[in-house]
């Protein structure tokens, strides 16, 4: 069988794909190019060249147009030729077995999806059993489908043991065929063990979560890199990891914390993104039951990032899709000391964009939206953390009353 294994990916080159349709402006299509580059250089490629293609839609054979995958080509060959290999084409979106081995056959490179970079992350960083149960369950599901095409390397042979020798005949099957088969029993069966393992995971956990007492349960929820865990390390006093790449936390970490006279869980939980695949979202149920059972989410945005809004909407239709929807929540905007504005001369009819609204008119802005239920800080400079521990000891005192009315041991101390 071959193996579906990713190991940490050395420094390759990367040649980066996306589409310009009718649904997905320019302007789109850049952020999402600049994020799968992100998401490149977390799994240690180096992209050196980007192409686009306005589209009605994705093509079903080649995903681009034929001229463009010919473009694509003799670029590849072009660098070859100037003996700067291309090691990788990375396309912006999910790829069918027939287009992965269409495209392939063309640009004889190794070929890659968004889903399967994400997967070659999450493989990367997965350092539990918990984690690498989850990764690898989700590389199968991924992978079953697309089975035909990593076999394509074997030699058909028309031979066999049926009668009459005709094409189509019982029998006649090439070792790819019957190797095919094997592999869809084997990784079946390996992802109904995995599901077993998840299942009993799921329970330990449920135990675990019924055992942690009569405390309130915070949850820390976002897009990738929006500085999750640096909060975390900053209120419950920790040490959980953090880095500025995608992805840096897999498992969801949960610290008692206590602020003045109040005690509670929070727990730092993976980060979402755009087109994050069914099968991880799946896959992860364990980990996402902490955001599930949560009594406040805190939505922590990084508003330094230009799409910021965008990553918003991302976040809260992951939170519904997973049924943690409608749950009290807090939004806090991190990163203020990194935001930035060209300030220009504008008038009444000026669009508002991040490049001339100011970080002050933003910050009346949204707190006027969500009637005050939101805050402005820098966790990496500390600025306004102590206001965030204010807002989160009132809200959690809050909750705790309404969850417990009998429990008498809070004595808020903000009015």
Known sequence: MKEFVISETKAETAVLVGLITPVQDEFKTKEYLDELE??????????????????????????VGTGKLEEIRDYIQTEEEAERKVGMVIFDDELSAKQIRNIEKELKVKILD?????????????????????????????MLPRLQRLWTHLERQGGGSGAGGGKGTVGLRGPGETQLEMDRRIILNRMALLKGRLAEIDQQKATQRKNRGRLIRVALVGYTN??????????????VF?????????????????????????????????????????????????????????????????????????????????????????????????????????????????ENVSLEELMKTWMAKLDDNCLFISAKEKIHVNELKEKVYKKVCELHVQKYPYNDFLYPKYE
């Open 114 to 142: 968004r889903t399967s970079l994400i997967l070659d992350i999450f493989a990367m960083r997965a350092q539990t059993a918990n984690a690498k149960t989850q990764v690898e369950l989700a590389q199968y599901k991924y």
């Open 38 to 63: 992100f998401l490149a250089h977390t799994a240690g490629a180096k992209v050196i060249k980007r192409f686009t293609q306005k589209v009605g839609g994705p093509n079903a054979v080649t995903y």
């Open 242 to 354: 953090a880095e500025n790449k995608l992805f840096a936390t897999l498992d969801t970490t949960v610290r008692k914390v206590v602020i003045d006279n109040l005690p509670f869980l929070l727990s730092d939980t993976v980060g979402f993104i755009r087109k994050l695949p069914t099968d991880l979202v799946e896959s992860f149920k364990s980990t996402l039951d902490e955001v599930r059972e949560a009594d406040l989410l805190i939505h922590i945005v990084d508003i330094s990032h230009s799409d910021f809004e965008e990553q918003i909407k991302v976040v809260e239709k992951t939170i519904a899709e997973i049924g943690a929807g409608g749950k009290p929540t807090m939004i806090v905007f991190n990163k203020i000391d990194a935001y930035t504005y060209i300030q220009k001369e504008t008038d009444d009819l000026t669009p508002k964009t991040k």
């Open 226 to 239: 929006v500085g999750k865990s640096t909060l975390m390390n900053l209120l419950a006093k920790s040490e």
